[in-house]
């Protein structure tokens, strides 16, 4: 097998209310709706996809690397962003979606 990409997942309850929060996360609104119930943001080889499981939605987890995690925590603040954290190596910032699904923004700060 020779993979090429990877896709992370993410269940939710209200697809509309979580498309908008993603929308503002990531700055820019999806590029595909493949199917009903799911929405995607491609980032080159990867990408994100966003559907509608009311079972399986809030237990999720999605990492992210990202630079500039002080300017981002500005830019996040109406999403509710926890403080930017220092770690052994990198610094965090986490959020949670309206599911509670954690995202985390790993990176310099």
């Excluded at 820019?28 to 995607?40: A, F, I, N």
């Excluded at 559907?51 to 999403?79: C, I, V």
């Amino acid at each position: 097998m020779s993979i090429n990409g990877i896709y992370a997942n993410v269940a939710c309850c209200d697809l509309d209310e979580s498309r908008d929060w993603y929308t503002t996360l990531f700055g820019r609104d999806p590029d595909g709706t493949p199917m009903e119930g799911l929405v995607e943001w491609h980032m080159g080889n990867h990408g994100f996809q966003l559907h509608q499981n009311e079972a399986k939605a809030g237990s999720g987890t999605l990492t992210l690397r990202a630079e500039g995690l002080t300017e981002e925590w500005e830019r996040l603040t109406p999403l509710n962003p926890g403080p930017v954290e220092k770690a052994t190596h990198f610094s965090i910032l986490q959020l949670h979606d309206p599911d509670g699904n954690l995202v985390v923004l790993a990176g310099e700060a």
